[in-house]
């Protein structure tokens, strides 16, 4: 974690639909806000990878998005609800 909790958003991706922008950063987190996201806006917030999110991508259909770790070596695919 970098100091005083700060991260760096080092991956964005927004959903088909428009209606989720998902980021990662380099605390190794995944977090998805609603589409516009407004200023102290709620986010939902995942982890799992155990190197920084450097690259997400939602499936065609929304459904699931995917997100691989910097020096994991790994490949997440997540569920996301109902698509929104």
């Known amino acids: 974690e970098n ?6 958003v ?5 959903s088909g639909n428009g209606q989720i922008v998902a980021t990662g950063d ?13 200023k102290g806006g709620n986010c939902k917030a995942f982890g799992g990878h155990m190197s920084p999110v450097v690259s997400l991508s939602f499936t065609a259909d929304d459904t699931k998005l ?3 770790g910097g020096t994991d ?10 698509g929104r």
């Open 3 to 8: 100091a005083g909790g700060e991260q760096n």
């Open 10 to 14: 080092l991956s964005v991706a927004r």
């Open 26 to 38: 380099d605390n190794n987190m995944i977090s998805l806000f609603r589409y516009p996201a407004l």
């Open 66 to 68: 995917l997100s691989s």
């Open 73 to 82: 070596a790994c490949v997440f695919q997540w569920s996301v609800e109902g």
